[in-house]
């Protein structure tokens, strides 16, 4: 929470992100200043093509002799060359065939394509047809049972029982684009196809090898062209360079079409982002994974649909941590092309059902949906935020080279679309409003050191020691803010543990969506705020997406001493906890036993800050948090009226003094302690095997951190 006000720190956020988030330290201030130049803001070009439809066919060739139906989806993109008769472009295809009698009641082989293309149009009015020429890589991939190659209880989870087969594939389309308004076309189009593989044994159903087949049939979708649906933008771009001086000067203020960044407002590459990240992980986990959730085609889009959404048993680090990374993702792909935060909030969560529902062919989960979409908006804010601190499009040389690595590090959307867009390059003003680039407050602090944690009453029971390297940032000033927009102040605390089972094993993020001053503001705030929290060490696990009102206060002591504080209220929408029973967790398609439980809560928190001359020096922090189980530690059995249901009081305390040594080195301690209360109602469940009545279990881990620490 404490914040110092100043934007030269940028160059320490970027290292000491960096090296906690990513495992990096990057960047440098540029040491050259930047000769007279015209910069201007990127015009979008009209000339991209988004396309996405559904076929279905016949098939025939050595695979038709026992596969029949196929249903594919498509995904691609495509741009105008000189003069607009031609089109150069890829994309990806996800397709599947079913089983002929007698083998029609199993799962269905997929046709994976990822291809090139090349389009010769035929007109420019409301009616264009055209005539299309790919060469893809073609994936045979079965699900059927009958072609297991490997035990799938003996499978690590994700990985696949059967064998693919690759090959390549030549397809001709010939089609019709309606335009239906403009930017906006209905396409329908004819298409054959014949694809060679690597020859696959089908000994299983008593056939001869086969490696190759042929495709023929229709395909309906839309074609888009994301910038001409945008009529009122403005052509040209303003000189951003003073006429006098030639030095570049402030960007103009976000507007409807633009954001501060100078950024072209375009839901459609939002989507097309959003929709490549998506479709782009399910090829690669496909090719490079192997796994067995990536066959994915209309068949499985329906069949998800129809089912619904239920929970999973993936570990707690793939839930509470890489979901929300991906989430992150989604919500950038929207932030990095000029969208704001709420709809770039919706971004995230389209982005999460077209995952769950599209994206693998295991059932959608709940708890991914809260976890990838909601943490998605906290993580992507977060890095939006801290690289924007990152940057400075006013450097040149190998500064600017280090910073635009660093941002990419933090935020690898927004950074992409810089290096493809030219703004990597490109010397031009900032934003001219600090929120949007280096805020008025901002505070630093690095602490490395060693920990000790034990379990029991004391410290020294069971005790284990490892390292720990942590990164905290105080990002805006919950009283002095002149600006207050979601995330115009939040605290991040990013934590490495050194010999633990995870590197990562602290990620907490406190944004404020909402902030109002109270009275005259010099006192007191009142925060709708927004609290992402992972712990995950080899003692206890921790997670959660909350949101709740906090009253953020100051008190002067003296005129070198102040109180600050933070006293919380919240909500948890879901939240995941160690548990002693978890194993019996009821989920879809169960590949391992979940060690955590899963469920909502509600919460309080108090957090007190003495500073001594603009530093904290002491602090004090209380979290209590209660989880009623909705999934894991519960067993339904509606034939035998068994039940087992449980609830978690979670406590979390610290202390931390820090001693200063000079005005930025300071020695410091901290000491912790994690306490878990859990009931666990057995009633009825002997016939499970588990002793019935009403058990409490109770674990406490002791912390103690000695540790050097840097503030800025």
Not at 10 to 32: F, I, K, P
Not at 267 to 296: C, K
Request: hydrophobic share 35%; glycine share 12%.
């Amino acid at each position: 929470m404490p914040v110092r006000s100043g934007g030269w720190k940028t160059n320490l956020v970027a290292a000491l992100v960096c090296m906690v988030l990513a495992g990096h330290a990057v960047g440098a201030r540029a040491q050259d200043e930047p000769s007279p130049t015209y910069a201007t803001l990127a015009d979008p070009s009209d000339k991209w093509h988004l396309f996405t439809n559904f076929g279905a066919g016949e098939v025939s060739g050595g695979y038709g002799e026992f596969l029949e139906t196929p249903y594919h989806y498509e995904l691609a993109i495509a741009r105008h060359l000189s003069g607009g008769r031609w089109r150069l472009g890829g994309g990806l295809q996800f397709g599947s065939m079913e089983m002929s009698s007698p083998y029609q009641d199993q799962q269905e082989w997929a046709h994976l394509e990822t291809f090139g293309s090349g389009t010769r149009m035929f007109g420019s009015g409301r009616l264009r047809p055209y005539l299309q020429g790919r060469v893809g890589l073609v994936r045979i991939h079965p699900r059927s049972e009958l072609f297991y190659n490997k035990d799938p209880e003996g499978l690590e989870p994700g990985d696949s029982p059967t064998k693919a087969t690759n090959g390549i594939g030549f397809t001709a389309l010939g089609g019709l684009e309606i335009g239906l308004r403009p930017g906006l076309a209905l396409d329908v189009a004819g298409y054959w196809t014949w694809y060679g593989t690597q020859e696959y044994d089908l000994s299983p159903i008593s056939m001869d090898p086969v490696s190759d087949g042929n495709d023929v049939g229709v395909k309906v979708g839309l074609a888009w062209q994301p910038f001409v649906a945008w009529p009122h933008r403005t052509l040209g771009s303003p000189v951003l360079v003073d006429p006098v001086t030639g030095v570049p000067v402030p960007l103009p203020p976000d507007d409807e079409l633009r954001d501060a960044w100078g950024v072209p407002r375009s839901w459609g590459w939002a989507t097309a982002e959003m929709l490549g990240i998506n479709f782009g992980a399910s090829m690669f986990n496909e090719y490079v994974r192997d796994a067995n959730f990536n066959q994915i085609s209309p068949r499985s889009f329906w069949h998800n649909l129809e089912e619904g959404f239920t929970w999973d048993d993936n570990k707690f680090k793939t839930n509470q941590l890489i979901h929300p990374f991906n989430g992150s993702a989604y919500f950038n792909a929207a932030r990095a092309n000029g969208i704001e935060f709420w709809g770039s909030s919706f971004m995230a969560l389209a982005g999460a059902f077209t995952w769950e529902a599209f994206g693998e062919t295991h059932p959608m989960s709940f708890n991914d949906m809260v976890s990838t979409a909601i943490g998605g908006v906290a993580r992507g804010e977060m890095a939006f935020r801290i690289s924007s601190a990152i940057l400075d499009n006013t450097s040149r040389g190998k500064g600017r080279v280090g910073r635009e690595a660093a941002a990419f590090l933090v935020n690898p959307i927004r950074g992409f679309n810089r290096l493809v867009s030219g703004d990597a390059s490109e010397v031009k003003g900032n934003p001219s409003d600090p929120h949007d680039h280096v805020p008025p407050h901002l505070g630093v602090n690095l602490r490395v050191g060693a920990r000790a944690m034990g379990e029991g009453e004391s410290i020294t029971e069971n005790t284990n020691y490892y390292g720990f390297a942590e990164v905290s940032v105080a990002y805006g000033n919950p009283w002095e803010n002149e600006r207050r927009r979601p995330y115009d102040r939040f605290d991040l605390v990013a934590g490495l543990n050194f010999g633990d089972k995870t590197a990562l094993g602290r990620l907490l993020i406190r944004g404020d969506i909402v902030s109002l001053p109270l009275g005259d503001g010099e006192r007191h705030t009142f925060a709708v705020q927004q609290d992402f929290d992972y712990i995950d060490n080899e003692a206890y696990e921790y997670g959660g997406q909350s949101f709740g009102a906090a009253l953020q206060s100051r008190f002067t002591l003296s005129s070198d001493h102040a109180l600050w504080s933070r006293l919380q209220g919240y909500a948890i929408l879901l939240g995941a906890i160690n548990s002693d029973l978890a194993f019996l967790a009821d989920v879809a398609d169960q590949e391992r036993y979940r060690e955590y439980d899963y469920g909502p809560g509600v919460g309080g928190s108090w957090e007190l800050y003495l500073r001594r001359k603009g530093r904290a020096f002491l602090s004090a922090r209380y979290r209590y948090s209660y989880i009623n189980v909705s999934n894991g530690s519960v067993y339904n059995d509606t034939d035998r009226n068994l039940g087992l249901n449980s609830d978690h009081d979670v406590h979390q305390f610290a202390a931390t003094l820090d001693v200063p040594v000079t005005a930025r080195i300071a020695v410091g301690v901290d000491a912790s302690i994690f306490l878990r209360r859990s009931r666990y109602d057995l009633t009825g469940t002997g016939e499970t095997g588990i002793e019935t009545g009403v058990r409490t279990v109770t674990q406490r881990n002791p912390e103690v951190r000695a540790f050097v620490g840097w503030q800025w």
